[in-house]
């Protein structure tokens, strides 16, 4: 399994960008799409996750209310919607993708990762 991040860029506070995690390969293998992120001196931190089949959906407190993620299974693609952007949310956007059921917050759990995507926040 092979995945894409893409749409980062600067948004001032309070806006919105939408984020993409694109699947390629074996995407079958899938059972679940995570997106983490790792903020300037940080540790990477869970973000949100949605099962590949049935779309079951966790998010993180900081994030809950804010951001939203969903999958289009016909195109391999995970989206997360983010609202209501904070500066404390600058961080590398990675997306994840893990083969059996997980615990969703872990990220040494997940088998497959993408090359992440720059979110900046400015105030």
């Known amino acids: 399994v092979q995945l894409q991040a893409s749409g980062g860029g600067v948004v001032q506070a309070g806006g919105s960008l939408r984020l993409s995690c694109a699947a390629s390969?074996?995407?079958?293998?899938?059972?679940?799409i995570s997106w983490f992120r790792q903020g300037p001196g940080k540790e990477r931190e869970f973000v949100a996750a949605i099962t590949w089949s049935g779309g079951n959906t966790h998010y993180a407190d900081s994030v809950k209310g804010r951001f939203t993620i969903s999958r289009d299974n016909a195109k391999n693609t995970v989206y997360l919607q983010m609202n209501g952007l904070k500066p404390e949310d600058t961080a590398v956007y990675y997306c994840?993708?893990?083969?059996?059921?997980?615990?969703?917050?872990?990220?040494?759990?997940?088998?497959?990762w993408g090359q992440g995507t720059l979110v900046t926040v400015s105030s």
């Open positions: 994840a993708a893990a083969s059996t059921a997980v615990v969703v917050v872990v990220s040494s759990e997940y088998d497959f």
């Open positions: 390969g074996r995407t079958f293998k899938i059972y679940a």
